[in-house]
Every structure is written in structure tokens, then in C-alpha cells.
């Protein structure tokens, strides 16, 4: 749907890309009418101009996936976004022994635009431009905890609260009642809510023009609570860097 402001055939461009993007797999142009809510005609009238201009390509199939277009604007969308910040990210990985996100958000969602791995061999690793649901991820929550609770509202009604393990927040009252103690002691903690048997620590990141956080993960084994209270005003020092390098960046 076209929000007030929008140019009508970008928003429904994007909205195709966006598809592709979140299938992740050779689709259908009735599929992609189906999912988007567009007539057939207007799918293959944007189709055929996204694969002219290299952004989508068809398959032997019939069938559409992201063209190198895409490829090349995500490369430098992520080395923009990441500018500057993954020496700190690498640093506090080195200090705290883990391994070391920024998030920031991106429409109902949080999307991953830095990560420095820790050096240890059972670590936890996250793709730079993953995409995760805010209710159930220390960055996500973070996210939210800067948020109007009229905005997280519609957050949630929009992305909804699908449980990623059986420790994950399903109801809003809930998810309200966790912000509102984020905001109160500073921090989040993802325990074991995105995925069974991983903690994490997340803190906000200061003067982010977009709502950021920066977090630290790892095995429950060794990110424990005595863990997090050491690297809390760690990961704060390195938010406030990294809040830093983004101004100066948007400078």
C-alpha cells in the first residue's frame, strides 16, 4: 500500500524487490501478485522493467530472483551504513571475547549493518543485512525501548510476534512490560529468545539517527550474568563511539 508522499510505481518497484529479497528463492510472477496484492499486468510491467534495468533477472524457469544490480547496491549500502564502526565493533569483540552487532531499524524490522566475530571456536555469527523480527533479539528490543509506545504498537501489528524459540515474547503486554524495564536499567537481554541456548547483551547507541544498538553474544555457557555486568559499560563506552563515528559520518 502507498503511504502519503510516495511515487506509486517506485513504492510498488521496491515493494517486488523487497519480495524477492525476503523469499530468498526463485519466484513466480503470480506468486509475487499474490504476496504484493498487485494485478498480474502491473507485476509484469514492473518485473520486465527491474530485469532492463538489471535489478531482477529471469530464470530458465520463468521465474525471477534479485538481479546483479541489487548485489551491488547492497554491497555499498553495507559498507556506508558500517562506516567507520566495525573498528569499534572488532575492538570490543577483542576486549569481551565475543562476538560484537549493530542493528539498526528498518521499517517494522531490525537489520544487521555491522558484525565482528569473536575469535573463539564456538561463536555466534549474523550475516550482515539479516533482517529479525525487534520483539525477540536484545538489538530489536533495544530498538524498541527508544520507541513511542504508540510506534512500537504499530510495529507489532505490522511484523506481529511470531516465536522464534519458547522463550520468546508472544503477547504485547509482555514485550511493553520488558521495554519499559530496558529503559530503566539501560540494557536488554536476549535470553535464548532468537535462538535456544545463545544470551546477548544489547545496548542502545547515542545520537544514531536512526534508532541503533550494539550488542554482544555468545553461548549461555559463557555469556553469563556475571559476564554481562562487566561488559555492560563496555558495550556502552563502544555505543557511544560508535554514536559518535555516525554523526561525524552524517557530518
Same mark, same amino acid.
Not at 502491473?42 to 522493467?49: C, D, G, S, V
Not at 521465474?63 to 567507520?84: K, N
Not at 514485550?175 to 536476549?190: M, T, V
Given at each position: 500500500?502507498?503511504?502519503?508522499?510516495?511515487?506509486?510505481?517506485?513504492?510498488?518497484?521496491?515493494?517486488?524487490?523487497?519480495?524477492?529479497?525476503?523469499?530468498?528463492?526463485?519466484?513466480?510472477?503470480?506468486?509475487?501478485? #499474490?504476496?504484493?496484492?498487485?494485478?498480474?499486468?502491473?507485476?509484469?510491467?514492473?518485473?520486465?522493467?527491474?530485469?532492463?534495468?538489471?535489478?531482477?533477472?529471469?530464470?530458465?524457469?520463468?521465474?525471477?530472483?534479485?538481479?546483479?544490480?541489487?548485489?551491488?547496491?547492497?554491497?555499498?549500502?553495507?559498507?556506508?551504513?558500517?562506516?567507520?564502526?566495525?573498528?569499534?565493533?572488532?575492538?570490543?569483540?577483542?576486549?569481551?571475547?565475543?562476538?560484537?552487532?549493530?542493528?539498526?531499524?528498518?521499517?517494522?524490522?531490525?537489520?544487521?549493518?555491522?558484525?565482528?566475530?569473536?575469535?573463539?571456536?564456538?561463536?555466534?555469527?549474523?550475516?550482515?543485512?539479516?533482517?529479525?523480527?525487534?520483539?525477540?533479539?536484545?538489538?530489536?528490543?533495544?530498538?524498541?525501548?527508544?520507541?513511542?509506545?504508540?510506534?512500537?504498537?504499530?510495529?507489532?501489528?505490522?511484523?506481529?510476534?511470531?516465536?522464534?524459540?519458547?522463550?520468546?515474547?508472544?503477547?504485547?503486554?509482555?514485550?511493553?512490560?520488558?521495554?519499559?524495564?530496558?529503559?530503566?536499567?539501560?540494557?536488554?537481554?536476549?535470553?535464548? #529468545?532468537?535462538?535456544?541456548?545463545?544470551?546477548?547483551?544489547?545496548?542502545?547507541?547515542?545520537?544514531?539517527?536512526?534508532?541503533?544498538?550494539?550488542?554482544?553474544?555468545?553461548?549461555?555457557?559463557?555469556?553469563?550474568?556475571?559476564?554481562?555486568?562487566?561488559?555492560?559499560?563496555?558495550?556502552?563506552?563502544?555505543?557511544?563511539?560508535?554514536?559518535?563515528?555516525?554523526?561525524?559520518?552524517?557530518?
Amino acid at each position: 500500500m502507498t503511504r502519503p508522499g510516495e511515487v506509486q510505481s517506485v513504492a510498488r518497484a521496491i515493494d517486488v524487490l523487497e519480495l524477492l529479497a525476503d523469499l530468498g528463492r526463485p519466484t513466480a510472477l503470480s506468486e509475487i501478485s #499474490e504476496e504484493t496484492g498487485l494485478p498480474l499486468p502491473t507485476i509484469h510491467r514492473l518485473i520486465r522493467t527491474l530485469v532492463a534495468r538489471g535489478y531482477a533477472r529471469q530464470l530458465p524457469s520463468r521465474r525471477y530472483t534479485l538481479g546483479p544490480r541489487a548485489v551491488r547496491i547492497g554491497e555499498v549500502a553495507g559498507r556506508q551504513l558500517g562506516a567507520g564502526t566495525r573498528p569499534h565493533l572488532e575492538r570490543l569483540a577483542r576486549e569481551l571475547g565475543e562476538s560484537a552487532n549493530l542493528a539498526m531499524l528498518d521499517g517494522d524490522m531490525a537489520v544487521y549493518v555491522a558484525q565482528a566475530s569473536s575469535t573463539q571456536s564456538m561463536r555466534m555469527f549474523t550475516e550482515v543485512g539479516r533482517r529479525v523480527h525487534c520483539h525477540c533479539t536484545g538489538v530489536g528490543k533495544t530498538i524498541l525501548a527508544q520507541l513511542p509506545s504508540e510506534q512500537v504498537r504499530a510495529i507489532i501489528g505490522s511484523a506481529g510476534m511470531p516465536p522464534a524459540t519458547p522463550s520468546s515474547l508472544t503477547t504485547l503486554d509482555d514485550l511493553l512490560a520488558e521495554l519499559a524495564l530496558i529503559r530503566s536499567r539501560g540494557y536488554a537481554i536476549d535470553d535464548g #529468545e532468537q535462538e535456544l541456548g545463545v544470551r546477548c547483551f544489547a545496548v542502545a547507541v547515542p545520537g544514531s539517527p536512526t534508532p541503533a544498538a550494539l550488542s554482544i553474544s555468545g553461548p549461555e555457557t559463557r555469556v553469563t550474568a556475571d559476564f554481562g555486568e562487566n561488559a555492560v559499560p563496555i558495550l556502552r563506552d563502544a555505543a557511544a563511539a560508535v554514536g559518535e563515528q555516525m554523526l561525524g559520518s552524517a557530518g
